[in-house]
């Protein structure tokens, strides 16, 4: 079981285990899927690995609760040998079809159990409850601590940048069936390009800190995922302990700083413009300030290294990064603006063989050839597509603007925009 939201179809199942139980004067032993186990196949739990534990343990047809660590349930039944397993019937569709056949084939293969699948309970779903508690919203501690239980729960994690309520809105509803696997994206980036662009300002660090917490206010507002903020430069060391806090108290995951100085120009534009990167002893106090500041122990500061960007050099890359996880920070992000992902890939190997834990974040954005599973594969744990729905927004509007002054009525351009009812389905509400 995954029991995110303990409900009677839950409670009818271990009703029934412990019927058969009883019958043998056995114990009702749950396999509780975790968190990992969970973000293989779908959208992590509310609750964690130990709370939800805690709730299925209380419940009083259970005697015992293990962790099953992945979906094959192969290795709890070799290690119990079980008289009875016992399933909701709901498997025989879906995702979890394939692991139902290998328990059949494992009982016969071990001759100890019979499988006892009780009927899926109608009218009650995690899937509506899910529903039900997203028009709840998410606390801002459960979402702010989001973030570091999907890091240690799946790799990699796919975040896309959000810039206004309404692309949050897309970015939280988004999603591809692959085989019955749901893939959505994790979370999102408040990037300092877009929050910038959507302004009509270049990313200077122009637009104040206040004005880009509104926008994120609205995100959370009609949202439940988590959010990764950039901050620049982090500003000055004694202002950056006052952005911690703020986003704290907002609800934000984390921040990434990057390790320039004075009048910061976008990354992408490299040795184009003049860019300058801090030295490694004044960006280690800005991190180590960061830290001091940081109220929750969840909440992340991540270093980015611009060393690739401006042409250092992978070892001035690599001993940043040493230097930075050893000042506190709970992440590493590096940054290139290559065609080719290998000066990426290079630096991954290189930390990795000294630091396998450490989160490693990467920006797809000029190297977008290479795909996140493959990036996660090599090392990175975090892949922001930075961007991407802001640039889409623009190609779109400009084609409409155009388009009407073109045919003088907006008919043909009706097929590039949302219809009514679209927004009738996005947005709760409406009528
Ligand atoms: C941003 O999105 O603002 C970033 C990433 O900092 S980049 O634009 O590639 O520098
Ligand atoms: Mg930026």
Request: overall charge neutral; aromatic content about 6%.
């Amino acid at each position: 079981m995954a029991v995110d939201l303990l409900h009677t179809g839950h409670i009818n199942i271990l009703k029934i285990a412990k019927e058969h139980a009883d019958k043998i004067q056995g114990k009702v032993v749950v396999g509780l899927l975790t968190d990992s186990a969970i973000a293989s196949y779908k959208r992590l739990p509310y609750m964690s690995f130990e709370q939800r534990k805690a709730v299925v343990e209380s419940v009083q047809y259970v005697d015992e609760v293990i962790p099953q660590e992945s979906l094959s349930y192969e290795p709890n039944i070799r290690k119990l040998l079980p008289r009875f397993v016992v399933h909701g019937d709901d498997w025989k569709n879906g995702i979890q079809q394939k692991e139902r056949q290998a328990v059949i084939a494992l009982l016969k293969e071990l001759g100890c159990g019979e499988l006892i699948e009780p009927k899926y309970t109608e009218g009650i779903s995690s899937t509506q409850l899910n529903i039900n508690a997203r028009a709840i919203g998410i606390a801002t501690n459960a979402r702010l601590s989001l973030l570091r239980r999907l890091v240690n729960a799946k790799k990699p994690l796919r975040i896309i940048e959000t810039h206004s309520a309404i692309s949050a809105l897309i970015a939280q509803n988004a999603f591809f069936d692959a085989s019955g696997q749901k893939i959505e994206f994790d979370g999102f980036w408040s990037s300092s390009l877009t929050d910038s662009t959507s302004r009509g300002k270049p990313d200077i660090e122009a637009v104040e800190l206040t004005s880009r917490l509104n926008t994120i206010n609205e995100i959370f507002e009609v949202t439940t995922k988590p959010l990764i903020y950039d901050a620049d430069t982090g500003g000055k060391i004694e202002h950056f302990a006052f952005t911690v806090r703020s986003l704290e108290r907002t609800g934000v995951s984390a921040v990434i700083i990057e390790d320039k100085t004075g009048l910061k120009k976008n990354s992408l534009l490299g040795n184009k413009v003049l860019q300058t990167q801090d030295n490694i002893e004044d960006f280690c106090l800005k991190i180590t300030a960061g830290k001091k500041a940081q109220i929750t122990n969840d909440f992340m500061i991540i270093a980015r290294i611009e060393s690739l960007i401006l042409e250092k050099g992978q070892q001035d890359a690599l001993k940043r990064a040493f230097a930075y996880v050893n000042a506190g920070a709970d992440g590493i992000m590096i940054h290139s603006r290559q065609k080719s992902p290998d000066e990426v890939l290079e630096f991954i190997t290189h930390f990795r063989a000294k630091d396998s834990n450490t989160p490693i974040v990467v920006v797809p954005t000029s190297f977008n050839a290479i795909k996140a599973e493959e990036l996660g594969k090599v090392g990175a744990n975090i892949v922001i597509y930075a961007n991407h729905l802001l640039r889409a927004s623009f190609v779109a509007m400009n084609e409409v603007a155009k388009g009407i002054l073109e045919f003088d009525r907006s008919l043909e351009m009706e097929s590039s925009c949302m219809k009514v009812d679209e927004i009738l389905s996005l947005i709760p509400g409406t009528i």
